[in-house]
């Protein structure tokens, strides 16, 4: 027994005294790993063209498009040993044949993407080094971006991460960011900066090593603990769990250093610096009411892609400050701008981009539409009739102009009807809209034409009064009788007006505005088409601030 325990023992050491040898030093595994099947961070597929379309690259960054057409330059393994050396950073930097092979990648096949985001660091660095100086933490964690996103704000990797820093959603939300349907603030440089920040302490508050943060904040904390239990002996740092861990996080912590080289060093490969066209001063403001870009580009004249830009967490265009307030960035001009027409903002088109709280399903007593005569306004007229002897339901249908199968919704009934029963009967009055006529303000010459543009204006034939009077025109003059149309009598041409004695003619009384009940499906366009005026001029009648009306609210309608 005692004998079978020693030449345990002794085969043990043996064993463990071999492995030692086989496992290479911590310094020889930085220095010498080869690892061809790690796999390439999404960032480096980024199609530069459609990236130089960014709408900051174009107005406030000058680009050297000619970065890929320019011969590279490649530096020795000391040289760049040497530099990443001389980068006076917190965060270890060490040189092996996948960062050499990184480095490659972006100063040679990727020139093209690192200029452009030398273009893009210009707005967004000020941000990340803002974020990571107020939690206290090493400014070289700017360039993690360069990796997760190629600086693009709305990238959205192959499994759903989101942003600049590239959230997933769970992740997102344990941190506080907002995500919905019309706001996502991993797409908000700000928003999401603090959170990236406020994270990467925590993994390295959880681990103690920056590589070993680094490379959690990419494939989670559970994978590096598993990486961790895997090599076993203690071991803590991310060369050492290295073969332990994801084929994607392997080659994370190598691009994140390659990263870092490329930037500070991209003139040392023939890599031009992008220059600042203008610089872009940026303010921000509070809106606490919904508005749409739109709405305020045209106001403004700001192009919808400059807002878009500087405000990527709206998803639609829209900023739902009725909910809570939210942040608008501004150039810092545009802010006060914003300020003194905030209002114009708001009543912009408000109709079109205001949200419904309350909505009454249509009646169907207004329904407008248009033909080849122009757009119209059928407004429901409710008769009855009584069955006679010998009536069906199709003759009865011709004879009001309707449909058999409207008569039948109407009164709920099959395909029979029984003498002296009574019908309603849905029908409907079209009348079509006019623009409104040009006014000539050419004022009379003389006395003699001022007399014959009176003599004009009595004498004009009845059927040309629905072309000068009202906006909306009816099928018949009947119809417009109907409506409360003044009844016109002709003119009695017998005794005539002496042409050097100008008539006198009665000044007209301006038309008062009238008072219109909503009923149920109207909103203030419909009411506005029928009356032939606009929204705003009903809103300012009634004092209104929003587009919301009620049903059996009294509106005043203002004259044209």
Known sequence: MNFTKYLFTFLSLAAATQFADAVPSLLEMRDSIHDKTIIYPESFETDTRKMQENWYLRNYAVLDKTADSRSSVHATDEEIIERLGQMATVIEMPFNSIV??????????RKQLVENMLGMSLYYMP?????LDRHDLPMELKYLPVIESALNPVAVSRVGA???????????????????????????PYASSEAAAVYLKQLYDTFGDWSLAIAAYNCGPGNINKALRRAGNGKKDFWEIYPFLPAETRGYVPAFIAANYVMNYYDKHNISPALARKPIITDTIHVNRRVHFNQISDVLAIPVDEIRALNPQFRKDIIPGNIRPYSLVLPSLQVYAYLANEDSILNHNASQYSRRDVVEPSDGSVITGSDSKGEYIE?????????????????????????????????KI??????????????????????????????????????????????LPADSLALTSPVLQSDSIAAATDAGEPEVTAVDKSKDVPAAKKP???????PKATTYKVRSGDNLSKIAKRHGVNVNAIKKANNLTSDDIRVGQRLKIPTK
């Open 127 to 131: 941000i990340f080094e803002q974020a």
């Open 504 to 510: 006198e003619k009665k000044q007209q009384q301006k």
């Open 100 to 109: 050499r092979n990184y480095i490659d990648l972006y100063t040679d096949r």
């Open 414 to 459: 099959g395909k029979n009807v029984r003498r002296g029963q009574r019908l309603k009967i849905n029908t409907y009055t079209r009348r079509y809209i006019q623009p409104e006529p040009e006014v000539s303000e050419r004022l009379p010459e003389t006395a003699a034409d001022s007399a014959l543009v009176d003599s004009a204006a009595v004498s």
């Open 379 to 411: 407004e429901l007229t409710v008769k009855y009739h009584t069955v006679r002897r010998g009536e069906n339901i199709s003759s009865i249908a011709r004879k009001y102009g309707v449909t058999v199968k409207s008569i039948r919704q109407a009164n």
């Open 162 to 188: 989101t942003g600049l820093w590239q959230f997933m959603l769970p992740t997102a939300s344990g941190l506080g960011l907002e995500v919905n349907s019309l706001v996502d603030q991993r797409r908000d």
